[in-house]
C-alpha cells in the first residue's frame, strides 16, 4: 500500500484547509481497514487528527471535531481532509496513514501504523 498527501502548502490564516491522500496498492473500503490523518507541528510530536473506518464512518480528536471533516471518493481511492478557520498554529506537517491495529496498555490508547504517506508540509500564514 502507499499513500500520497498533496496539498497547498501555504493558507491563509481563516481560511480553510484542503488535503488529499492518493491511496494505491489498496483499497480504501478493505474490510477492517482505517484511515488517519495524523499532524506533526514544528518541533512537537505527532497529533491525531481522526480517521475514516472502511465503512465510511468517521471520528475525530474532540479538540479539533469542530473544525475538521475527513471524507473520501470511493471510485477515486482517495481521502480527503479539510479544516477550517486555519490558525498559525496548526501549521504542521500533515500525514495520512494506515493503522495496523489499536491496542490498551493500561488505561493508555494506541495505535499502530503500517503505511505512511511522505507528509505534506502546510504553512498558516499571512
Known amino acids: 500500500v502507499q499513500l500520497q498527501e498533496s496539498g497547498p502548502g501555504l493558507v491563509k490564516p481563516s481560511q480553510t484547509l484542503s488535503l488529499t491522500c492518493t491511496v494505491s496498492g489498496g483499497s480504501i473500503t478493505t474490510n477492517a481497514y482505517y484511515w488517519s490523518w495524523i499532524r506533526q507541528p514544528p518541533g512537537k510530536g505527532l497529533e491525531w487528527i481522526g480517521y475514516i473506518a472502511y465503512s465510511g464512518s468517521t471520528y475525530y480528536s474532540p479538540s479539533l471535531k469542530s473544525r475538521t471533516t475527513i471524507s473520501r471518493d470511493n471510485a477515486k481511492n482517495t481521502l480527503y481532509l479539510q479544516m477550517n478557520s486555519l490558525k498559525p498554529e496548526d501549521t504542521a506537517v500533515y500525514y495520512c496513514?494506515?493503522?495496523?491495529?489499536?491496542?490498551?496498555?493500561?488505561?493508555?490508547?494506541?495505535?499502530?501504523?503500517?503505511?505512511w504517506g511522505q507528509g505534506t508540509q502546510v504553512t498558516v500564514s499571512s
Open positions: 496513514a494506515k493503522k495496523l491495529e489499536g491496542f490498551y496498555s493500561g488505561s493508555y490508547y494506541f495505535e499502530v501504523y503500517d503505511y
